[in-house]
């Protein structure tokens, strides 16, 4: 049984028919391309950008401090997850498709399925805001992706605007809140991987190190080179 809370308001409910009016009138190549970038394509990029992101923190002063970010990324997203759970259950919001059959949908499946909070909104916007506490540039970025994803799931016609800012808040909260906590843990966790075998995954090695080791073993070689020659007798003595 829904909750008041399916009683969309009528901005809710104009915004979603105004942004899904846009599927209606484009053509259908577009449709599924929005499709797909609404259900993959901006998780994929949100996912190369995460390993940028690694790369580049493998090779600031605090690399460990910086991947602990990083690491704080998919388990802030897993836990808001699972905080949406209770949250998708206790308000039982029908998509906007089943109480309002006017509505082009453009993905299939998801008639069963709980409408607030959007769970593609809250993926998103968590990683953008637990990625900006690491590299704002790429904060940024993941940003507009977050909000471009809202603005799929509204024209493909599956999520309410309050679902995707329900899940943007939720995002919100669950990274900033928890992020003191998890960076107290995952700290430490990385400082001491960082003195493990699998120290490349947290600081990238030296360029210049092997040039430089290279570079004083033949330093050490002339170095003995030359105190042999000065333990020879000088060729005065030799000819004598």
Known sequence: MSTPL???????????????????????????????????GILIGLAMLGLVAWLQARRRPDAPVAVAGLLWVPLSVGIAELANLPIAAIVDRPRPFVDHPGLLVLVDGKAGT????????????????????????????????????????????VHYPTDVIGGFALAVAVVLLLAPI??????????????????????????GG???????????????????????????????
């Open 182 to 207: 998890a960076m107290a843990v995952l700290v430490p966790f990385c400082h001491a991987l960082s003195r493990t075998a699998v120290a490349p995954l947290i600081r990238a090695p030296e360029r």
């Open 114 to 157: 709980h409408s607030f909070v959007s769970d593609h909104s809250t993926m998103t916007m968590g990683v953008a805001v637990a990625l900006f506490l690491v590299n704002r540039r790429l904060g940024w970025i993941a940003g507009g992706l977050a909000l471009l994803q809202g603005f799929c799931r509204m024209f493909m016609g």
């Open 6 to 40: 399916a009683d969309t308001t009528n901005p809710d409910l104009g915004l979603l028919y105004a942004v899904n009016g846009l599927a209606k009138r484009s053509p259908q190549w577009l449709d599924h391309l929005v499709s797909w970038i609404g259900e993959y």
């Open 210 to 240: 092997a040039a430089v080791a290279g570079n004083g073993r033949r330093g050490r070689r002339r170095g003995r080179g030359a105190v042999r020659a000065e333990e020879q007798p000088p060729e005065s003595d030799l000819a004598a």
